[in-house]
């Protein structure tokens, strides 16, 4: 998605930031996406809550075609979709009370007095920022990382949405306050009913929370399938390197090594056939080189873009 024009007026080359991906959230399901800085996982995420506008494909929201609707039809069902952003320091209006940062998306919508005073306690209550009283006159340099991204998250939550993006949500946070995030959000799911699609680059973590996941390379999906299945059986050697990159406790645990060579191409010329060809430690010639590998399902609901696995 997107284009790259030379500041000195030259060509045009068109950056394909998000290509051919498709994958479907279930309702009440946290759905993963992880992979490197780079390969197009919050362009996603935007692309889904519309803060970002397709060049082409479709994105559905219960069976409605959203992608080519305009800001007045996108209004009512922006009430429905939110977005949590990685860094809670930079997401808050600085000048803003909480409550007013709470309560500023039911202001936009129309909902005010009472009803919106109500919704912020409540949604206050729910990410266990208590009592409320504490919060609301306070401006975000007054509290904690965790606390503001909390703030963030019940911002998310005041219009009662059905499905968030949390776009890397603990990764700006300590270590020691990250379960406490992710804890929240699998509570909420519970309590609220929502979806979640959960962008990290740190499996461990999707390990913790996600049900599902999709590993994406340079704006594509390598592979996806459950959460379980993925980091147990995984197929492609891009999500086996990721594994491998994630520290084990226990010094004299045995598992198979794969590491990737150099750092993830420029999306504004990405290498010919499979875009992994270049880093891939199983390389296996002039497919890899010239063959783009098609997303095959390979059994288990579990789909793999790899020559090494077609059939």
Do not use: W
């Not at 039809?73 to 979709?81: E, T």
């Not at 968030?164 to 519970?190: F, G, H, K, Q, Y």
């Not at 704006?219 to 999500?239: A, C, D």
């Not at 990737?260 to 891939?280: A, D, N």
């Amino acid at each position: 998605m997107g284009f790259f024009k030379s500041i000195l007026g030259g060509s045009q080359l068109f950056v394909r930031a998000v290509d051919d991906v498709s994958f479907e959230v279930k309702p009440q399901e946290i759905y993963g996406l992880a992979g490197e800085s780079g390969s197009g996982k919050t362009t996603t995420g935007r692309l889904l809550v519309r803060l970002t506008s397709p060049t082409s494909g479709k994105i559905f929201f219960k069976n409605q075609d959203i992608s080519s609707l305009g800001d007045k039809s996108l209004k009512p069902i922006r009430r429905k979709m939110q977005i949590i952003f990685q860094d809670p320091y930079e997401s808050l209006n600085p000048r803003k009370y909480i409550r007013g940062i709470v309560e500023e998306p039911l202001l936009i919508h129309g909902i005010v007095g009472k009803e919106a005073e109500d919704r912020v306690h409540e949604v206050m209550e729910h990410v266990q920022l208590t009592p409320p009283e504490d919060y609301l006159f306070r401006f975000p340099h007054e509290i904690s990382g965790g606390q503001r991204q909390r703030v963030a998250v019940a911002r998310a939550l005041v219009l009662q949405p059905e499905f968030i993006v949390a776009d890397e949500p603990v990764s700006m946070l300590d270590v020691s306050i990250r379960a406490e995030i992710l804890n929240l959000m699998t509570d909420l799911r519970e309590k609220l009913g929502v979806s979640f699609l959960y962008i990290t680059h740190d499996l461990a973590l999707a390990r913790h929370i996600c049900d599902s996941l999709a590993v994406m390379y340079l704006g594509k999906i390598v592979e996806k399938g459950s959460t379980e299945t993925l980091l147990t059986e995984p197929l492609h050697p891009y999500t086996q390197a990721l594994i491998s990159a994630v520290p084990v406790p226990d010094p004299t645990s045995r598992r198979i090594e794969v590491t990737v060579k150099g750092e993830i191409p420029s999306p504004v010329t990405p290498p010919s056939g499979c875009r992994f060809h270049t880093r891939c430690p199983a390389y296996i010639g002039d497919i890899c080189r010239t063959k783009e590998p098609p997303l095959i399902d390979v059994g288990k609901n579990h789909y793999v873009a790899c020559h090494l696995h077609a059939k």
